[in-house]
């Protein structure tokens, strides 16, 4: 695992770990120590953390297949607007989650819907 502050007025601040399921408490801390020193409330800490666990989760499950890989997560803030950005980088099979339709929620029940799709669903909609 490596953790830097990248060179440069900017701010970014960066994690590489291996793309394993036991490394999301090891990014989840990362940003978490971030977002404690900009003092973001505990609200806001919470969703971003079920946000990790299925952005970084579908990393681990879907870009490298039977391969493994690094990921790294890339967080700064611009002062100005307070806006925080984090961003997910791996080197596995490219996807866009904001290009993906998005599974319907209405009309079927929870049986009833096709597996997959709402763990994604659920961060997009927390991150808005």
Do not use: H
Request: proline share 4%; hydrophobic share 40%.
């Amino acid at each position: 695992m490596s953790e830097m502050a990248a060179k440069g007025e900017s701010g970014v601040l960066e994690i590489t770990v291996e793309a394993s399921m036991d490394q999301i408490q090891t990014v989840t801390d990362f940003v978490n120590r971030q977002l404690e020193a900009y003092g973001c409330p505990e609200r806001t800490r919470i969703q971003l953390d079920v946000a990790i666990d299925e952005i970084f989760g579908s990393i681990v499950r879907y870009a490298y297949g039977s391969e493994t890989g690094s990921a790294s997560v890339r967080l700064w803030m611009e002062e100005e607007s307070g806006i925080l950005y984090i961003s997910f980088i791996d080197r596995g099979t490219p996807f866009n989650p904001l290009e993906k339709e998005m599974p319907d929620t209405t009309g079927l029940k929870a049986r009833e819907r096709p597996i997959g799709g709402l763990g994604l669903l659920m961060a997009v909609r927390l991150m808005q």
